[in-house]
């Protein structure tokens, strides 16, 4: 399930609907009672065609950003699921034996067993089960000398032909017993990417290699729709395979499928593991989820990539939220006349408060039908970037859109624009007939009622709980925006008790400047550095700062006119310009401060987005840091390990000499859990066990994010590394962090406890 | 003919303008008093607080010191929308700018009142094309503002203003802005309907030739009443 900010998507495309449908509801009431006004509000969108594109334009902003994100987040759990499903099929459950394919010839056990198993589960969520041998193979064709180096030899008992529907490429079915063998000889089907890395076609001779042994097969047909479990495959008979690989009656792997379609099993997951670990107990074997966690991992990873986007989206929505209001804050002031007269001859507010909703609805109708269209665009154009970046890999990105996704941007952004209109034009309803009429100006001062005092009160004391309640939950986002609205509260206070605006707003602003830069390690100093912080910080902080600066600027306008006249005065064409260009901005405070407040939400997303790109490009392209100093990383299949590097590339032709550095590892996978922990942490999690040689703890050039006590250097604990048996460095990625701003998807599971990667060090090496 | 009771009964009115550190009396205690069905014209020099007077005494603009009784009723212990109703059932207004909706036909704009204080949209309509015959526009009904004349604009104006039978038409600078040809034909057409329907009338104006067409000239001066109580 998705989720934005922690809420489930689907949760909030129903309250979304729902608040749409009111909205509606409501609307459309008022236009049947009031159809003077309806047709006062929409008959102004056709008569100015530019200014109503223009203003559509505006509005769609925020959905075009919220259908990008949500649209790009469906697209990322699609794509993930697919690797899932693609490679899985049905199958929900694998039980196999622990760290297999590092011990290839373990892990094999008596087809009695499947036969038990199968057994078992009768009664279960269970709809098929399967036996299976699966191994990695190289795989050659002779005649061109051409070999895919690890393909999988895929072996399923004949219930497979009952689950599948194997097609061969170019047309034509195909199933399992077409390859019964009728003369000794081995038959095998092959999928179309393999076929065209080795040129094979039906009828070659193909050798495949158990371990050094070459074994001739038969190509039978290139087929798909084999739901291998790897992304290449040769796939025969079970009864070929124990025949190659000289396992009579053995089997090394059991397919499970639940109940519910290739997504809707599992579900059942739980359930069925439970099950199979009972019958399992004993044989050593372990059952494998792998299609649950991938799913589950895909909607992590979507929900984060949505949460992300919306995130940094929020700066841009934020700035459309002005635009819609500036837009009918100058709306009103072109009409204002007719408004007055209006008014005048018998409007009540609330009808000219329904003729500007009108308006703006039709407005919101065009733009979010608009919006959600170039979302969409926009998503199949990130998904274009994301394919070529990622291109070589065998994931496949597929632009998928949930119309629930459709819905809750579609409403989100109507509901958006809806309430910004509404509180536009209630602002705009409270005009004063007699000035409108006659259409001067608004009086510079106003006197500050009992209203500021009330806000500023309710202001404060709501930034005071939410400030509390930050503390007592080490949460930094209300303990932040708390501060932020206990400056505001004090601000609003002071103007009621007369202090003059220009002081009020410029110390508020200046307040709200320093609160939102104070350094984090000054923070930390004033309230630890337990507090937790989401990616919801960079909107807080980033919305108090451009408030604060706009405070400031906009209150002092004159004083920046001054120094500016002083500086370009001298050029005596520059003076009169100028002050006539700063008169306009300096009359109507309201709407420049929400132009200035717009555009620098703006260029401040830009610039925010401009330093995270650069410092990632900048990270990405240290190879130092990031690839720790080597250029080049091949893998080898276990199957045919490399015993001696050194030697391979000399056998090969390669000169030592030509590279600073040839380093090599292993990776094993094991269970891993911290010594001296209670409760979760006792739990053994699966941990991949990288042994390096040592040329490569002389030679890399990793840093470390925590160390021991007693190192001073990388170099120093790598050294140690190699000295001490039993030492041993962790990723980073096994470190908890205090900031959630990153969402590690398909890490690892094992994380140390009672460290974090903000600590300056460890107090001590911590034993795993 | 002109019954004696008073329509309009204001007394002691105040009222000041306050911009920043500026303030600006532009009524000083003015009494006034319209009698029902009469024509009053208001005249004094730019600033002397007329067109203030008009904007306290009809609702539009609220005032610090005094009391306005109109049909017996205090306008500012009115709620805004109750004074909002009643100025569209009761009273009508033109002003020099005409102020009419651009987006909406002549008959439209006629109808407005109407239609905002809840007469159905048939009966609003039937209302509205007789208020636009009896100001000698019958023709124009589907026109917007920007396809009449000064004078054709001033006349829906005007069919706006006793489209819901006011009892009182106030008229700010109603000519100022025409020529004397159609200045003449607006001033007979505001008579006729003073006679006719037995409305009152209360015109600002700064013109001799319009205000001698009233039944009483009230004069002011620097937010007094000086002549014609």
């Known amino acids: 399930m998705q989720e934005l900010f922690g809420v489930s998507l689907t949760t909030i495309a129903i309250v979304m609907l729902v608040l749409f449908g009111i909205v509606a509801i409501v609307v459309v009431t008022l236009a049947l009672r009031n159809r003077i006004m309806f047709k006062l509000g929409v008959r102004n969108i056709p008569k100015r065609p530019v200014q109503t594109a223009l203003i559509v334009f505006g509005l769609m902003l925020s959905t ?16 993930i699921r697919s690797l899932a499903t693609d490679a899985l099929g049905n199958t929900d459950e694998v039980v196999a034996a622990p760290n297999r394919e590092t011990a290839p010839d373990s892990g094999y056990f008596d087809y009695a067993l499947f036969d038990q198993v199968s057994e078992g589960l009768s009664g279960a969520d269970v709809d098929g089960i399967l036996p299976v041998i699966r191994e990695q193979v190289p795989l050659i064709n002779p005649g061109p000398m051409l070999s895919a180096p690890s393909v999988t030899l895929f072996a399923p008992g004949p219930e497979y032909d009952d689950y599948t529907n194997l097609t061969v490429v170019g047309g034509g079915d195909a199933s399992l017993s077409d390859l019964a063998s009728t003369e000794g000889d081995i038959r095998v089907f092959i999928d179309e990417d393999t076929a065209e890395d080795l040129k094979a076609e039906a009828g070659d001779q193909l050798i495949l290699f158990v371990g050094s042994e070459p074994k001739p097969v038969e190509l039978a047909g290139v087929v798909k729709g084999a739901s291998s479990g790897g992304f290449s495959f040769v ?38 593991e439970e099950r199979l670990l009972t019958l399992l107990e004993g044989t050593g074997l372990e059952v494998s989820t792998d299609k649950k966690e991938t799913l589950e991992a895909a909607d992590l990873a979507g929900s984060a990539l949505t949460t992300m986007f919306v995130g940094f989206g929020l700066f841009s929505i934020a700035a459309g939220v002005l635009l819609i209001f500036l837009i009918f804050v100058m709306l009103a002031a072109a009409r204002k006349s007719e408004m007055g007269m209006a008014r005048a001859v018998g409007t009540r507010r609330n009808q000219l408060i329904q003729m500007f909703l009108f308006e703006g609805v039709v407005y919101d109708l065009m733009a979010a039908i608009v919006g959600v269209g170039l979302g969409i665009l926009v998503t199949y154009a990130i998904a274009g970037v994301m394919a070529s970046v990622i291109q070589g890999s065998p994931i496949d990105i597929r632009v998928h859109i949930e119309p629930r996704s459709l819905i809750v941007a579609f409403t989100l952004g109507i509901l958006v624009t809806f309430a910004t209109v509404a509180v536009s034009a209630w602002r705009v309803s409270r005009l004063n007939i007699v000035r409108a009429i006659r259409d001067i100006p608004e009086p510079v001062f106003k006197r500050v009622g009992r209203g500021m005092l009330a806000t500023g009160v309710a202001v404060g004391i709501f930034g005071l709980l939410i400030f509390v309640m930050g503390i007592g939950a080490k949460q930094g986002a209300p303990l932040y925006l708390g501060l932020a609205l206990i400056i505001i509260g004090l601000a609003l206070i002071a103007r009621w008790r007369g202090v003059r605006e220009r002081l009020v707003f410029t110390v508020a602003g200046i307040a709200l400047l320093a609160w939102s830069l104070l350094p984090t390690d000054v923070f930390e100093s004033i309230f630890g550095d337990e507090m937790t912080m989401g990616i919801e910080m960079f909107f807080i902080a980033g919305v108090t700062m451009v408030l604060g600066a706009v405070w400031v600027v906009s209150y002092n306008l004159d004083i920046i006119l001054r120094i500016l006249v002083g500086v370009l005065g001298r050029l005596k064409s520059a003076a009169p310009v100028l002050r006539a260009a700063m008169a306009y901005p300096m009359k109507n405070r309201l709407r420049t401060g929400l132009t200035i407040a717009m555009f620098s939400l703006v260029i401040f997303t830009i610039v925010f987005m401009s330093v995270v790109i650069g410092a990632n490009t900048a990270v990405l392209s240290d190879s130092d840091s990031f690839a720790g100093g080597y250029d080049i990383m091949a893998n080898v299949s276990y199957i045919n390990p490399i015993a001696d590097i050194q030697q391979e590339m000399a056998d090969k032709g390669f000169d030592p000499d030509d590279f600073e550095a040839i380093a090599g590892y292993s990776t094993i996978p094991l269970k891993i859990r911290q010594a001296n922990t209670e409760g979760e942490g006792e739990e053994f999690k699966d941990y991949a066990l990288n042994g390096v040689d040592d040329v490569y703890l002389d030679t890399n050039t990793f840093e470390f994010a925590l160390v021991a006590p007693g190192y001073d250097s990388a170099v120093e604990v790598w050294q140690a590394v190699k000295d001490t048996p039993g030492l041993a460095v962790i990723s980073a990625d096994s470190v908890p962090s205090r900031q959630s701003f990153s969402v590690s998807v398909g890490g690892a599971q094992f994380t140390l406890e009672d460290v974090y990667l903000e600590d300056d060090a460890l107090d001590s090496p911590i034993q795993v | 003919m002109v019954q004696e009771e008073n329509i309009i009964s204001a007394t002691g009115i105040h009222k000041t303008y306050r911009t920043g550190t500026v303030e600006v009396q532009a009524l000083r205690g003015v009494d006034f008093m319209v009698k029902r069905g009469e024509m009053v014209a208001v005249m004094g020099p730019s600033g002397c607080g007329k067109t203030t007077l008009l904007n306290c005494l009809s609702g539009l603009d609220s005032f610090d010191q005094g009391e306005v009784v109109i049909e017996g009723t205090q306008l500012p212990k009115m709620s805004d929308n109750e004074r909002t109703d009643y100025r569209a059932r009761r009273m009508g207004f033109v002003f020099q700018l005409y102020n009419l909706l651009p987006v909406l036909s002549s008959v439209e704009n006629v109808e407005m009142p109407l239609l905002v204080s809840g007469v159905p949209s048939a009966k609003g309509r039937k209302m509205a094309l007789e208020a636009l015959g009896m100001v000698g526009l019958p023709g124009v009904a589907d026109r917007i503002p920007a396809e009449l004349s000064g004078g054709q604009r001033q006349r829906v104006t005007i069919a706006r203003a006793l489209v819901n039978q006011p009892a009182i038409i106030w008229a700010d600078e109603p000519t100022g802005d025409l020529d004397s040809e159609t200045t003449g034909e607006i001033m007979d057409l505001l008579c006729k309907l003073n006679k006719d329907n037995q409305q009152t009338f209360v015109l600002v104006t700064h013109s001799d030739e319009v205000a001698k067409r009233a039944d009483r000239i009230v004069r002011m001066r620097d937010g007094l009443i000086v002549d014609g109580k």
């Open chain 1, 235 to 272: 796939l025969m008979t079970l009864e070929s395979a124990q025949a190659v690989l000289d396992k009579p009656g053995r089997i090394n792997t059991i397919y499970v499928s639940n109940t519910g379609g290739v997504l809707g099993g599992a579900k059942y997951s739980d359930e069925v």
């Open chain 1, 64 to 79: 075009v950003l919220i259908t990008a994100a949500f649209s790009t987040g469906d697209t990322v759990v699609f794509t």
